[in-house]
T-cell receptor, first 112, second 109 residues
Framework: EAAVTQSPRNKVAVTGGKVTLSCNQTNNHNNMYWYRQDTGHGLRLIHY???????EKGDIPDGYKASRPSQENFSLILELATPSQTSVYFC???????????FGEGSKLTVL | GQQVQQSPASLVLQEGENAELQCNFS?????MQWFYQRPGGSLVSLFY???GTKHSGRLTSTTVIKERRSSLHISSSQTTDSGTYLCALERGNTNKVVFGTGTRLQVLP
């Protein structure tokens, strides 16, 4: 069974602070994704990666950076957090040949 | 504009009724997937169905690429089916997977 784990699961940050959300997958998938989910918007793609060392912008990348230091790990970085980034963030890994995705449990971020 | 549109946005059923959820897309498709999400929960894959029809218990997924649509049929609904159903597609051969806004289903006892 595919396994994607996110940390932290819950985070409260202050405006202007730095936040790092981490994601680890044991599926050996090349592709990894970061989404945020907000009421009325569904899941929106922030950044994704084709493999170690690569990051690509999704549909809403502004205010976010991503880092893929290894096949297993993909981080989402908010250098200067803002209240508008309060959301639930989901990480996923995917099989390039099929596009099938496997999700983590989500990370709830509150920026005060 | 929105490349993946789901309908209806919300649906209320009595237990035992059937439901038909739709996903329409305006972009070329490499893969199509349906997910179920409990309130506040993670996403569980229901179907990976880039084309044709697939069955799993009371669920049936049908994707018709030429018509740019995919549907999820739930038969004999149960209260435990309540939650949000999301479709997701990979655009062309880009590895970029995008989601519809979901259908919120409530099944009443």
């Amino acid at each position: 069974e595919a396994a994607v784990t996110q940390s932290p699961r819950n985070k409260v940050a202050v405006t202007g602070g730095k936040v790092t959300l981490s994601c680890n997958q044991t599926n050996n998938h090349n592709n990894m994704y970061w989404y945020r989910q907000d009421t009325g918007h569904g899941l929106r793609l922030i950044h994704y990666s084709y493999g170690a060392g690569s990051t690509e912008k999704g549909d809403i990348p502004d205010g976010y950076k991503a880092s893929r230091p290894s096949q297993e790990n993909f981080s989402l970085i908010l250098e200067l957090a803002t209240p508008s980034q309060t959301s639930v963030y989901f990480c996923a890994s995917g099989e390039p040949a099929t596009g099938q995705l496997y999700f983590g449990e989500g990370s709830k971020l509150t920026v005060l | 504009g929105q490349q993946v549109q789901q309908s209806p946005a919300s649906l209320v059923l009595q237990e035992g009724e059937n439901a038909e959820l739709q996903c329409n897309f305006s972009t070329s498709l490499n893969s199509m997937q349906w997910f179920y999400q409990r309130p506040g929960g993670s996403l569980v894959s229901l179907f990976y169905n880039p084309s044709g029809t697939k069955h799993s218990g009371r669920l049936t997924s049908t994707t018709v690429i030429k018509e740019r649509r995919s549907s999820l049929h739930i038969s004999s609904s149960q209260t435990t089916d309540s939650g949000t159903y999301l479709c997701a597609l990979e655009r062309g051969n880009t590895n970029k997977v995008v989601f519809g806004t979901g259908t919120r289903l409530q099944v009443l006892p």
